[in-house]
Antibody, heavy 125, light 107 residues
Framework: EVQLVESGGGLVQPGGSLRLSCAASGFTFSSYWMNWVRQAPGKGLEWVANIKQDGSEKYYVDSVKGRFTISRDNAKNSLYLQMNSLRAEDTAVYYC??????????????????WGQGTLVTVSS | AIQMTQSPSSLSASVGDRVTITCRAS??????LGWYQQKPGKAPKLLIY???SLQSGVPSRFSGSGSGTDFTLTISSLQPEDFATYYC?????????FGGGTKVEIK
C-alpha cells in the first residue's frame, strides 16, 4: 500500500525556519517525481515545488524561491522541504504528493496520484 | 505564471443532476490539465489527467474535455459522495498552477 506521511509542521515565528519531512512507503520512491502542495486555511490549493527522481531538477513557485528548498533522500525514502524566512502568508497545510508522471507519445503530464494527510505550518508571533 | 480561472466558484445541485465545471487558462496549454476532488479535511484526489483521461478507480460518471484554453469537468449524474470542491491544475509550464476551486453543494 502506498503511504506518504508528512511531519515537521508546527508554530514558528515570522522569519523563522522549519523543515518538513515526508516518509514514503509501498512504492519505489526513487522512480517518481515528488511534489509539495499547500493550502492556506479556508483557501485553495497552491503548488509549491517539485523534484526529479534523482534530485537533479527542482522547480518552485515564485513566492517561495530563495526561501524554500526541496530535497530528497532516496536511500531513506524521504522527501523534505526546508523553509526559511517564513512569513505569515506561508501558513498552510503542506501536503507531499507523488507524481505518477503519465507520458503519452507526445507529452508527459503531472498526475498527483497519492497524497499525504498534510502537516500544518503556522507562522505567527 | 499561467492563470487558471474556474467557474462557477460554487454551485448547488441535487442528486442525479448533471454538473459541469469549467476551467479557462490564460494562455494555451494543449491538454496539460488535470482535475482533482477534495473533501473537507482530506487530501485531494486525482480524477482526470491529460484533460480527458480517467484516473484508475474513478467512476465513469466523471469525464473531462477540452484543449487549448477551455476545459470542462462533467459529472453525469451527481451522487451524494460527489459533494466536494473541485480543482483544475495546469502543468503546461512552471510554475504548476491550480484553479481557484468550485464547491459543489447539496441543493
Amino acid at each position: 500500500e502506498v503511504q506518504l506521511v508528512e511531519s515537521g509542521g508546527g508554530l514558528v515565528q515570522p522569519g523563522g525556519s522549519l523543515r518538513l519531512s515526508c516518509a514514503a512507503s509501498g512504492f519505489t520512491f526513487s522512480s517518481y517525481w515528488m511534489n509539495w502542495v499547500r493550502q492556506a486555511p479556508g483557501k485553495g490549493l497552491e503548488w509549491v515545488a517539485n523534484i526529479k527522481q534523482d534530485g537533479s531538477e527542482k522547480y518552485y513557485v515564485d513566492s517561495v524561491k530563495g526561501r524554500f528548498t526541496i530535497s530528497r533522500d532516496n536511500a531513506k525514502n524521504s522527501l523534505y522541504l526546508q523553509m526559511n524566512s517564513l512569513r505569515a502568508e506561508d501558513t498552510a497545510v503542506y501536503y507531499c504528493a507523488r507524481d505518477w508522471g503519465y507520458c503519452s507519445s507526445t507529452s508527459c503530464y503531472t498526475c498527483l496520484d497519492y497524497w499525504g494527510q498534510g502537516t500544518l505550518v503556522t507562522v505567527s508571533s | 505564471a499561467i492563470q487558471m480561472t474556474q467557474s462557477p466558484s460554487s454551485l448547488s445541485a441535487s442528486v442525479g443532476d448533471r454538473v459541469t465545471i469549467t476551467c479557462r487558462a490564460s494562455q494555451g496549454i494543449r491538454n496539460d490539465l488535470g482535475w482533482y476532488q477534495q473533501k473537507p479535511g482530506k487530501a485531494p484526489k486525482l480524477l482526470i489527467y491529460a484533460a480527458s483521461s480517467l484516473q484508475s478507480g474513478v467512476p465513469s460518471r466523471f469525464s473531462g474535455s477540452g484543449s487549448g484554453t477551455d476545459f470542462t469537468l462533467t459529472i453525469s449524474s451527481l451522487q451524494p459522495e460527489d459533494f466536494a470542491t473541485y480543482y483544475c491544475l495546469q502543468d503546461y509550464n512552471y510554475p504548476v498552477t491550480f484553479g481557484g476551486g468550485t464547491k459543489v453543494e447539496i441543493k
